[in-house]
């Protein structure tokens, strides 16, 4: 039970991040040559297998509950972020991500920026595509790394961010456009859902408690996490509503 939970989280946040490389990718690509865009993916991936290669084996030393106990409440601060944001957004408060009009506004930007060439290749290009892999691919090894090395198994994490990167690469290979189409808000509600509950999760074991019926405690824990963020939106709706000046339009 506690394993599908974490290559699904894993899976989803990491889907989320690369979503958002991609559309910088593309718009480096497009915008300034694909060589430059792509050189500056694989000095990216590089530099992320260093970090992971040096990081990973450090995780290993450290107690398995201080580990939980820091790893949880980390999830916590990042999960409850990422559960803010989606609640007012579902609510009307926030608008929704638009990653149409993030690639727009890249590719705008990088056309329009100071062309630096060097040994074949645009530099603007080349760092735009960097910053972004490298950034975003961040999130995604402190996802495999806290979420694996709490659960003894950071190749099941790996697994479910392994597995997003193959979907969204070859989605964006084909079509070679923004992933418009993905319910990228639905997903950032559910992540937002899965690192607040494996925080709660975790951060109580790290503290020595325990969860009657182990791992199985994680679907109560995930229940009351849904019904609690449900309960957020429809209060937070009907207050836009009331809120709302009289003949306004919803």
């Known amino acids: 039970m506690s394993a599908a939970f974490l290559v699904l989280s894993a899976f989803l946040a990491s889907a989320v991040e690369m979503v958002e490389a991609l559309t910088i990718v593309l718009a480096a690509g497009l915008a300034r040559g694909w060589r430059s865009a792509l050189t500056g993916v694989a000095a990216a991936t590089l530099t992320l297998v260093v970090i992971v290669g040096a990081l990973g084996p450090a995780l290993t030393i450290i107690p398995l509950n201080a580990l939980r106990l820091v790893v949880g409440g980390l999830l916590l601060v990042?999960?409850?972020?990422?559960?803010?944001k989606a609640i007012l957004r579902a609510s009307g408060y926030k608008a929704l991500h638009d990653e149409d009009a993030i690639f727009a506004r890249e590719l705008d930007v990088a056309r329009n920026a100071e062309r630096l060439e060097g040994n074949g290749l645009d530099w603007y290009g080349f760092t735009l595509s960097f910053k972004g892999v490298l950034l975003e691919g961040l999130e995604v090894a402190f996802i495999v790394l806290t979420f694996g090395s709490s659960q003894g198994s950071i190749w099941l994490a790996a697994l479910g961010a392994a597995a997003a990167l193959v979907l969204v690469a070859a989605i964006g290979v084909t079509v070679r456009a923004p992933l418009a189409r993905v319910p990228e808000n639905t997903?950032?509600?559910?992540v937002g859902i899965m690192l607040t509950t494996f925080g709660i999760f975790w951060s109580t074991e790290g503290a020595g408690a325990h969860w009657p019926g182990a791992d199985a405690s994680l679907i109560g824990v995930l229940a009351f996490v849904i019904a609690s963020s449900g309960a957020l939106v429809t209060l937070l709706r009907r207050q836009r509503v009331l809120s709302a000046p009289v003949g306004a339009e919803a």
């Open 78 to 84: 990042f999960g409850l972020q990422w559960l803010r």
């Open 187 to 190: 997903m950032k509600f559910a």
